[in-house]
């Protein structure tokens, strides 16, 4: 696969950092991360009506761009660079796709043009539990006169405090299905949960006795668990990219630090010990980009309908070593970081902290790197995942 961008991707790419550098600095991050919504409502609006990313991926008949998953990634690194707090990873890499791939269309025809303009956000509530995957889905549903009900509780719902839309998972007669519910749905309750990273707000949703009507479901009978489990993938492979540009900025910050901060005379930069570490974190870094960017241009053959499917095919491995392999790196280079720094690394006037704070818990979030392992061993080993 060909990993140099295109020029419409390095001009996309270009404009991210850009526009993020001046939106989404320390202090507004902080002061974001301080308010209860978790991010600036006026600069989210803007970011719609400016920058359009929220449709990037989106097909143009549903008010989107058209364009694909590479380009989704490209903006995702930047975002993760900078720490940028919003409801696009929500919304873009965990909603957006459960309704580009559901079968049914009228879900599709009624949200999509709505999260495309940012005048709706959406999330993801699948877990009720700490187990990752499709064994974490415990909320259930049953039929109900000609819709369904569905009870449970589900945790660790990105944004799912303020997400206007939610897509829900429930296990049901016919297994797993999932379900566009409206957040004013009566029956849906919510509160935000304490978090050790503070730029990702997560919360807790109660679903008590919810009533959707037959077009609220996104699955055709009996492929829900199929349509949950590329869902979680292709979040994996989104996660990655934001985790490669959370890396990059904990090594740009250190770079700048070592560079600056002098001892014995000279600048730390200079000693030996210090550039081994540095030549380190830059190969682990290096390394996840490149998980990352192949797992993109998998991710964008799996969604597109008639790709190849040979490629296609392989999403799950891509997914699952992009989603390990970016998780330890972004980890790596922020535990160097908050070394490096010395004694002010963990104080809170300095920012590594919270990039460390944001690697440990991305590497939990959707599965640690030891659980992706084992299923491309499992993968590998042609035994059931």
């Not at 990634?73 to 707090?85: D, S, V």
């Not at 830059?282 to 190849?308: F, K, N, T």
Request: proline share 4%; aromatic share 8%; charged share 20%.
């Amino acid at each position: 696969m060909e990993f140099a961008f295109s020029d419409e991707q390095e001009m996309i790419r270009e404009s991210a950092e850009s526009f993020l550098a001046d939106v989404s600095d320390s202090a507004a991050v902080r002061a974001a991360m301080a308010s209860e919504r978790g991010y600036d409502p006026e600069l989210w609006q803007r970011l719609c009506r400016e920058m359009v990313w929220p449709a990037i991926h989106i097909p143009e008949a549903h008010g989107g761009l058209g364009l694909g998953f590479v380009e989704l990634a490209i903006l995702l690194e930047q975002m993760g660079r900078r720490l940028f707090c919003s409801p696009f990873f929500a919304t873009a890499c965990l909603a957006t796709p459960a309704l580009l791939l559901a079968g049914n269309e009228a879900p599709k025809a009624r949200w999509l043009p709505q999260l495309a303009d940012g005048s709706l956000t959406a999330t993801l509530a699948y877990a009720s539990n700490s187990a990752n995957g499709l064994e974490a889905v415990h909320a259930s549903v049953r039929a109900e006169g000609k819709g369904y009900v569905i009870e449970g509780r589900l945790r660790q719902v990105v944004d799912g405090h303020s997400a206007g839309l939610l897509i829900v998972a429930a296990r049901g007669a016919s297994g797993i299905a999932l379900f566009a519910v409206p957040a004013d749905t009566p029956g849906v309750r919510r509160r935000l949960l304490p978090t050790l990273d503070q730029t990702r707000k997560l919360a807790e949703v109660e679903l008590a006795h919810v009533y959707l009507g037959p077009e609220a479901r996104l699955d055709e009978d009996g492929q829900g668990a199929a349509l949950l489990e590329k869902v979680l993938q292709l979040a994996c492979v989104a996660q990655a990219a934001e985790q490669v540009g959370g890396a990059q900025q904990a090594l740009d910050l250190t770079l700048a630090y070592v560079s600056e901060r002098q001892q014995f005379g000279r600048s730390i930069a200079s000693f030996q010990a210090i550039k081994h570490r540095m030549a380190d974190m830059m190969l682990q870094l290096e390394c996840a980009r490149s998980a990352a960017l192949y797992a993109a241009c998998v991710a964008e053959e799996a969604l597109v309908a008639g790709g190849d499917a040979q490629v296609a095919a392989e999403l799950p491995l891509a997914s699952a070593l992009a989603k390990a392999r970016c998780s330890e790196a972004f980890f790596h280079c922020a535990a160097e970081s908050i070394q490096l720094h010395g004694g002010v690394g963990f104080t809170w006037e300095y920012d590594p902290h919270l990039y460390f704070k944001r690697a440990r818990a991305s590497e939990a979030f959707l599965g640690a790197p030891s659980w992706h392992r084992e299923r491309i061993a499992t993968a590998l080993l042609g035994e059931p995942a």
